[in-house]
């Protein structure tokens, strides 16, 4: 099983809202991370997190709060969002070992801020 | 840093072979992959390749890499509809850091 799941599936929000997004893999990939993408561009990393703790944040605005509760799961949290932040945003994780490059992605939140 | 280039578009006709190609500026990824979109949806794995190889093949997929010319290719042999996506290639310069370089993305059509 190479699944990675995300909900929601679709997300409005309004510029002074508090939201979530949330991901799950149950494939004992103990790396986890978050991607933006627009329109016809590939996906920009936004955060990685390896064991549990963040291990990688690209200077993205603090109005993003990822965390990981478990090694299972991986949160966005999404706070005073810009309208110029609705995009697609895609959860991904990869294994240990010879393939822990290997990068498994799930179907995305597409999320309209207003 | 890398830089990785892919045509923007490609329209084949329903049972031809489709060829996507990727070009590179740095050689030192362990492994390279491929990548498919659909409208709305995430990215589908679909192959990869070890950099010390030179062809793989799956099903009706081949990839060719050429290091020396930096140059990797996914070929699709019968096309159908349903392979309309946009495909990007991605590597990982440094193994181990997380980070990706993808390609820019080239939009595959398939005309019945």
């Known amino acids: 099983d190479t699944e990675v799941t995300q909900t929601p599936k679709h997300l409005v929000m309004g510029m002074t809202n508090k939201k979530s997004l949330k991901c799950e893999q149950h494939?004992?990939?103990?790396?986890m991370y978050w991607y933006k993408q627009k329109a016809k561009k590939p996906p920009e990393l936004m955060f990685v997190?390896?064991?549990?703790?963040?291990?990688i944040n690209e200077s993205v605005p603090s109005r993003f709060s990822p965390e990981c509760p478990n090694s299972s799961l991986l949160n966005l949290h999404l706070h005073a969002l810009q309208p110029e932040d609705s995009a697609l945003y895609l959860c991904?994780?990869?294994?240990?070992?010879?393939?822990?490059?290997?990068?498994?992605f799930g179907p995305g939140t597409r999320l309209t801020v207003l | 840093g890398e830089d990785v280039e892919q045509s923007l578009f490609l329209s084949v006709r329903e049972g031809d072979s489709s060829v996507i190609n990727c070009t590179y500026t740095?050689?030192?990824?362990?492994?390279l992959y491929w990548y498919k979109q659909e409208p709305g949806a995430g990215l589908q794995l679909l192959t990869y390749?070890?950099?010390?190889?030179d062809m793989k093949q799956d099903q009706r997929l081949t990839v060719l890499l050429n290091k020396k010319d930096k140059h990797l290719s996914l070929r699709i042999a019968d096309t159908q509809t349903g392979d309309s996506a946009i495909y990007f290639c991605?590597?990982?310069?440094?193994?181990?850091?997380?980070?990706?370089?993808f390609g820019t993305g080239t939009r595959l059509k398939v005309l019945a």
């Open positions: 991605a590597g990982v310069p440094t193994s181990g850091t997380y980070k990706y370089i």
């Open positions: 494939m004992g990939h103990r790396a």
């Open positions: 991904a994780s990869s294994p240990e070992g010879q393939e822990a490059d290997t990068q498994y």
């Open positions: 390749i070890f950099s010390n190889m």
């Open positions: 740095d050689s030192s990824s362990t492994y």
């Open positions: 997190y390896s064991y549990e703790k963040l291990s």
